[in-house]
């Protein structure tokens, strides 16, 4: 396949996208059509078929493959990588890239948590951090007996605290850059809200 032609497939896709998502702002997505999509992307139906089988496939497909960005962008994150970095003021520069990409797909966001979206997308992510973070909780501190309260406890708090994060950015119509994001999420994620809010003195590093 040529250069040629793989840019036009891609420019295709993007109508189809930009398309799916305006229609989206609108209404919910069991009420779009194929004709819909076609007619907002200026675009034949035969077109749309080259790409998706119908538009729960498209709406899918755009789903997964958002998702499976951010899957790689998470599974990256060290907690004691982010202590470092805490310590310094300075963001954990993996959660400035995870903002930067969330940013760069800011009108799928805006759709998929807004009213005619998926709120189910936003437990699909809060699983996947859940087990992500056991997993790495539990290597760190194996020992349950050593822990203030019980870990899945602790990790259904974690977890719910970061969605909570994204959630209120998007909400908020992304009203601080990726970097500001980052750096809040590593005061958070290493300080806890007791020190976050100033409550309790943030310790200083012994380095």
Request: proline residues 5%; negative net charge; aromatic residues 12%.
């Amino acid at each position: 396949m040529s250069d040629k032609t793989d840019r036009r497939q891609a420019r295709t896709k993007q109508l189809l996208y930009q398309a799916l998502i305006s229609l989206l702002t609108e209404k919910g997505a069991e009420s779009i059509t194929v004709t819909d999509i076609a007619m907002r992307a200026d675009i034949n139906r035969g077109t749309f078929y080259l790409h998706y089988k119908d538009v729960p496939d498209m709406l899918e497909q755009i789903k997964d493959e958002i998702f499976g960005k951010l899957q790689s962008l998470i599974l990256e994150f060290d907690p004691q990588e982010v202590a470092q970095f805490a310590f310094e003021d300075e963001p954990y520069p993996k959660l400035v890239r995870l903002f930067e990409e969330v940013e760069r797909n800011a009108d799928f966001y805006k759709v998929i948590f807004g009213p005619h979206g998926d709120i189910s997308y936003a437990q699909r992510l809060r699983t996947f951090l859940y087990s992500h973070i056991f997993n790495k909780v539990s290597y760190s501190q194996p020992r349950e007996e050593d822990m203030l309260i019980p870990r899945d406890y602790l990790i259904a708090y974690i977890s719910s605290a970061n969605i909570g994060i994204i959630m209120h950015w998007i909400e908020s119509g992304f009203n601080k850059t990726p970097y500001e994001m980052g750096l809040i999420m590593t005061q958070m994620v290493n300080h806890g809200p007791l020190i976050a809010s100033g409550i309790r003195e943030k310790p200083h590093n012994k380095r």
